[in-house]
């Protein structure tokens, strides 16, 4: 549950993920003319161990990664970090959309903010998939008698007021694992938040999302994909593909090591085979093998067809979006596994729209590390932490955009203000 303290200090987000767990810690700093603003003040970075495709798979290993991640962080900012907002992800995750209903409270018809916290609890009323649970409540539009496509609801007259929100749900087990495991590592949760989610709140402009935008997070066992438009989260999706599944498709051509394959990958891996001959080779000797001299080509022809199923799966889940080829701000992608050269160029011949990558806006860092891909997720959980503590000193009565403990928080906190 979030704490109610003086003024957001340090702010920790914990990225979670299949090959590296990743920690940013921000602060705000005093500006000159126009206030503070929140800078990360340091990162992170040690191996996932005894984590596979987002899940945990040993307990102890887990644990023991974690704790790396935080000691590195503790010595950089010469503190202990107390507390984290974790990103959660992988298979586990499901996405559906509830509608609830409610009465106005008030005789006169005014919706207050209380009667807006209750429409949004009704729509927890259909009951989760078995072994499942909920995430996330976000908001996509108030209707009030009958008048839809409403943002916001308080103060317009009404008798009855109705929600249509996208639930976000999250495996039981799954969630269990993960807080068991951060818990042993002696720090609290403030809350879980889907990491997609964090990210397109730091990456994505608000115009991208009213004209409608996918964010596409390339992990190392999965791909994220999030669609929005008008402003609100419209689909999600998980594909069980990612970039470690390049590094065993250059393993298995070139039969050489997943070490080596990796080190090839970052070095030679490419999408666009424009430009390269086949007199252009690799010598396997650059990274510590037997002399052996491959095709260059031959390299690039894996990576590229690896990528391309990637692409094509995403299309997949547009078309059942039904958005395939029709987002005006085109698809965006973040995560390590987008690193690929010649990702974005393949992208729009395959998606048949634009596409870019995406930074991290409004957060600033006295290094370039907000600037890459790989930690654009735990930048954006510090932006998340930091937006809903501003929000919940500032403005008792605000709706938390989506954190279960955040919103049950709020609930309680805004009801004991009400005379």
Sequence with gaps: MVRRIQKPELITGLDIGSTGIRAAVG????????????????????????????????????VSSIAHVLEEVDRLVGVPIDNAWVGISGTQIKSQENRGVVAVAKTDGEISQEDVLRVIDSTQTIAAPLNYEVLHVLPKYFSVDGQTGI?????????????DAQMIYGSTPHIKNITKAIYR????????????????????????KDLGVALVDIGGSTTTLSVYEEGNLLYTAIVPIGSNHITNDIALGLQTSIDVAEKIKVAYGSCVIKGITRRDTINLSEFGEPD??????????????????ILEKLEEELVKADRQAMLPAGVVFIGGGSRIRGLVELAKN??????????????????????DLSYITAVGLVRWGAYVQEKALSQPGFLIPGGKKAAAHMKKLFRFLVP
């Design 185 to 208: 590592t002696g720090i609290e949760i403030d809350d879980l938040v889907l990491s997609v989610v964090a990210a397109a709140d730091v990456v994505l402009t608000q115009k991208q």
């Design 27 to 62: 602060q705000y700093i005093s500006g000159n003319d126009l206030g503070s603003e929140l800078q990360i003040i340091a990162t992170a970075e040690v191996a996932s161990e005894g984590i596979h495709k987002g899940t945990i798979t040993s307990i102890e290993e887990a």
């Design 151 to 163: 943002k916001d609801p308080v103060g317009m007259t009404g008798v009855r007021l109705e929600a």
């Design 350 to 371: 395959v998606l048949h729209m634009n596409a870019s990558y995406g930074f991290a806006k409004g957060v600033n860092s006295a290094t370039d590390i907000i600037n």
């Design 292 to 309: 052996q001299v491959v095709s260059q080509r031959f390299v690039v022809e894996i990576v590229a067809a690896r990528v391309v199923e």
